[in-house]
């Protein structure tokens, strides 16, 4: 298929739709696009079969090898060619991106978390920082999580910032959004059909059971709660049992990043051995 080639040599209604996309998450979530940028991004987003909708560069640049062949063998619908300061004005870089990405968002589906028999799910109870939610999505991926799911009000899944957080890893790991907790009860029935019992272990600063007693080696679907103020009321009550991490020092709490790695490093320790 032969890419409709569209030129943008103003801020014209398309240049604005498609800056709206990068600042705007109403204007996300409508159209159900956003825009990517940097070659890790990229080459996992194509790697992981996400549908590229459009290609951005600008005809004044010369291209590298790795931009040319994916316009060579692109299979998006539009190539937008964009007047070198415009495509700046798009670019979340100081030195703007040779080749931006217009890609469709995945359904909101829990069916994209494999259910394994080791399990193994993040629960992030309405996330603020679009920068920490990234962060747990690149700690998700690399220490074994088989998915995460975000529930409530909460940071953009799909912000530029949760995007670099995550160094690409969105792309990898399954994050699903959904509006409530309470919409997770026909998929924990699904669970338990297919594997049998799991566990439901929150996090908090104010538990009495360390992290190292528990054992991590059953399935298990892990509660991380808001920035602020933790898990919710109903979240407390779902969990079978709830953590703590032992620290020193001044500090009461450890950023919920910084937390998040550690439990599933812990996870990993323990299923490891």
Not at 32 to 59: C, M, T
Request: hydrophobic fraction near 45%; proline fraction near 5%; charged fraction near 20%.
């Amino acid at each position: 298929m032969t890419p409709k080639i569209v030129r943008i040599y103003s801020e014209n209604a398309t240049f604005q739709l498609i800056e709206a996309l990068r600042r705007n998450r109403e204007k996300r979530q409508k159209q159900h696009e956003f825009l990517v940028e940097g070659v890790r991004q990229i080459n996992l987003a194509l790697q992981h079969d996400w549908a590229i909708k459009a290609w951005l560069y600008s005809p004044e640049r010369k291209l590298s090898d790795w931009a040319s062949h994916l316009l060579a063998h692109s299979v998006a619908n539009i190539h937008y060619e964009v007047a070198e300061p415009l495509l700046a004005k798009l670019s979340g870089k100081e030195e703007s991106s040779e080749l931006l990405a217009l890609v469709a968002m995945p359904e909101d589906k829990l069916e994209r978390i494999p259910i394994r028999a080791n399990l193994l799910v993040l629960l992030f109870d309405r996330p603020a920082s679009p920068g920490n939610l990234g962060t747990i999505i690149r700690s998700a991926d690399a220490l074994g999580a088989d998915g995460l799911v975000i529930t409530g009000h909460a940071a953009d899944l799909y912000d530029p910032e949760t995007i670099s957080a995550s160094v690409g890893t969105l792309f990898t790991l399954p994050v699903v959004r959904v509006a409530s907790p309470r919409e997770l009860d026909p998929w924990f029935a699904q669970i338990r059909q297919t594997i049998g019992a799991f566990e439901i272990v929150g996090s908090s600063a104010k538990a009495d059971h360390d992290i190292t007693a528990h054992d991590w080696t059953r399935p298990t679907l892990l509660v991380i709660g808001n920035e602020t103020v933790g898990m919710s009321a109903y979240y407390r009550e779902l969990c079978d049992v709830i953590v703590n991490i032992p620290i020193g020092g001044a500090a009461t709490s450890l950023n919920v990043a910084c937390a998040a790695s550690i439990l599933l490093y812990e996870i990993q320790r323990q299923r490891r051995t």
